[in-house]
């Protein structure tokens, strides 16, 4: 069974400023299915990314994704107010087909 | 534009059942593989079960098999999801989705409480 594990589970950063998430993988994910979603209390989660960096319609590009593996990061280049959100990483392929990590909150310093 | 609209949710007893739909519009239904995924209160999405766009392969996560049934009627552009012997630990919004290997589209979800 893959397991995602995200870090930090929370994260405090100005408007402006750069923010890095990280997702690590318990088995090999292939990076064509690495997916991030931002999720705003009350809404559905949100694709912002997938194949690890490609931006889903209507993300701007200060979202950007790498890695491979079993690593993979979500940078956000220069925070906007409407950025904070819980960010959730998500995977498919293995056992379970799909999977998600348990989320990194990104808050407001 | 994609429209996914849950309908059914609600308070159900542990051991129970409930029928979850989800109306789609926007989109040729019968075209693309479709999700459940839930998300308990607090806690991040788990994916619990999908469909391939002719009905021809379903799977489901471990914690639901023998117990939820995921369907699908393409005449009527509806996908639905029976839960059958309902345990408290399935309390979560239920949201479907629609995706291959990640999901684009969500709807708004429905709330399932189970309790007693």
């Known amino acids: 069974e893959i397991v995602l594990t995200q870090s930090p589970g929370t994260l405090s950063l100005s408007p402006g400023e750069r923010a890095t998430l990280s997702c690590r993988a318990s088995q090999t994910v292939s990076a064509s299915y690495l997916a991030w979603y931002q999720q705003k209390p009350g809404q559905a989660p949100r694709l912002v990314l997938y194949g690890t960096s490609s931006r889903a319609t209507g993300i701007p590009d200060r979202f950007s994704g790498s890695g491979s593996g079993t690593d993979f990061t979500l940078t956000i280049s220069r925070l906007e107010p409407e950025d904070f959100a819980v960010y959730y990483c998500q995977q498919y392929g293995s056992s379970p087909r799909y999977s998600f990590g348990q989320g990194t909150k990104l808050e407001i310093k | 534009q994609v429209q996914l609209v849950e309908s059914g949710g609600g308070v159900v007893q542990p051991g129970g059942s409930l029928r979850l739909s989800c109306a789609a519009s926007g989109f040729t239904f019968s075209s693309y593989t479709m999700h459940w995924v839930r998300q308990p209160p607090g806690k991040g999405p788990e994916w619990v079960a999908f469909i391939r766009h002719d009905g021809s392969d379903k799977d489901y996560t471990d914690s639901v098999k023998g117990r939820f049934i995921i369907s699908r009627d393409n005449s009527k552009n509806t996908l639905d999801l029976e839960m059958s012997t309902v345990r408290v630990e399935d309390t979560a919004v239920y949201y479907c989705?629609?995706?291959?290997?990640?999901?684009?589209?969500w709807g708004q979800g429905i709330l399932v409480s189970v309790s007693s």
């Open positions: 989705a629609r995706g291959f290997g990640e999901f684009p589209y």
